[in-house]
């Protein structure tokens, strides 16, 4: 099976402009298409913007999928023959707020997902999505959905990993965390041990600038099953990332001729969890 | 609170020199108390060596937590006034074996976990553990005991973070995969990882050397509780590192004033397991 060229194009939407970051996400989803992507990865909320201040004017930017944002990722998808996916501020049918992601191909719309676990003050214009992540069939292989701080509870990527995922596409907007002289960002760290921990390959699309003092890490990455980084952005401008990935060897679990990933797993130990400390098991 | 000082004594045990190893742990502990330590984690299998070729091999260097080698842990720890943990080859009872990792202090045998996810070919000689991975209550704080693969599985340290521990001690022995340049070994990466995603301090005690072929990767961290090392081994010799933690930050999983690590998870989304891939949520 030949590989298919995954890409990251770290942008920076900016806030309420709704329509001049389409323009860009259309002008983005060319670019990498020409450099030679099969499946392009856009940042959570790139149609929006990140840090509103009010209901009202997250409520201003959003959208809902048949909406001019998501139709704009559609044509362009058709019109390059590639899979997009990307964030955006959904309006549902009944007013509510998502902090939502969606893929789309040149056959439309394949899924929606909408963000499990808000991050902050996410908390105070959107409401939780309701449905795990998906695992969605696309042309390039199967493809798991997360956005952002979903990522950091390992328990949805195994999720899409137990249920087939061979790419986990983490659309995300990760806060420029002070971190010691040399290493990446954490989000990058992050994704590269949930990676190794379900052998699965996974993009992540973050988002840089500065909006009303908040301030993005920059850690678009592209990472193997295994763990290590193909490709990694520019921490401190728009960037473009692109690298060829054999998905079908996120099919193996193996490791070696008696471990298993998933056959080595304990389900029936992991649901032990109490309210405060154990009892202390002193046995002498 | 004022800090501990967390201690790993990354050796190089010798294959089925039991007494020699033991001498070489009592030194180690000394060696450890005597630069400060309040807690001193040995390998994994320390006591025995790793690269078994047979049963009756691993049952030649296995010893119930009564045996002469934990015993020696015991008479240091009482000596310096210390917490120590480590690896050993476990004979049970009834005969079976087991690698386990007990835990002491001036009092004696605090606890004994036995691993629960074997790997590769420890399958052949010992049989897995029965028991959730303990949190014990020390001198030093809330400690959880993990041995090496365990900490592969995400749920294992989730598990010991939700009942309350503040630091994780991983006795192991990581194989040395290869890398690109520049990286840490994977185990220090997964483990730094698993420290951020419960907010505990992790130490892990890695060994050294080549055993009948088999080399080990020198992994051994300190790590805090956002995930970033304190103090790493060097790869290739055995090493002494200690580090202050004030493990009572592990005990605040608050990351804003609106997230929570705890609080945020979503426990009811994580059974979605199927055997295949699910299928495809195709909206439009």
């Not at 998502?98 to 719309?109: F, H, K, P, Q």
């Not at 994704?191 to 973050?206: G, L």
């Not at 099953?225 to 921490?235: I, K, Q, T, V």
Request: glycine fraction near 8%; charge should be negative; aromatic fraction near 8%.
């Amino acid at each position: 099976m030949s590989p298919v060229v995954i890409a990251c194009q770290q942008l920076s939407p900016k806030i309420g402009a709704v329509e001049e970051n389409t323009q860009s996400c259309r002008k983005a989803i060319r670019e990498a298409a020409r450099a030679g992507a099969d499946y392009i990865l856009l940042p959570e909320l790139v149609t929006s913007g990140y840090a509103f201040e009010s209901t009202e004017e997250a409520l201003a930017a959003a959208q809902p999928p048949s909406g001019p944002a998501v139709r704009a990722w559609i044509e362009e998808a058709r019109a390059a023959q590639v899979t997009v996916a990307g964030g955006f501020a959904e309006l549902a049918d009944n007013g509510t707020l998502y902090n939502s992601m969606a893929i789309v191909d040149e056959t439309g719309l394949l899924a929606v997902y909408r963000k499990t676990h808000l991050w902050d003050r996410e908390k105070l214009w959107f409401a939780p999505g309701e449905a795990v992540p998906p695992v969605v069939e696309t042309a390039v292989g199967r493809v798991g959905l997360l956005i952002c701080y979903d990522l950091e509870f390992p328990e949805n990527i195994r999720s899409l990993a137990l249920r087939g995922a061979e790419l986990v596409a983490v659309a995300t907007n990760w806060l420029n965390y002070p971190r010691p002289q040399g290493e990446r960002p954490d989000g990058v760290i992050n994704a590269m041990v949930s990676a190794r921990f379900n052998r699965v390959f996974v993009a992540c699309c973050d988002r840089v600038g500065t909006e009303r003092g908040v301030e993005w890490s920059g850690g678009s990455a592209i990472i193997d099953e295994l763990g290590w980084p193909l490709a990694e952005a520019r921490h401190d401008v728009p960037d473009l990332i692109a690298a060829p990935c054999e998905l079908a060897r996120a099919r193996d679990k193996r490791w070696t001729q008696y471990a298993d990933m998933f056959g080595d797993s304990r389900p029936e130990l992991y649901g032990v969890v109490t309210e405060g400390p154990a009892e202390q098991s002193r046995v002498q």
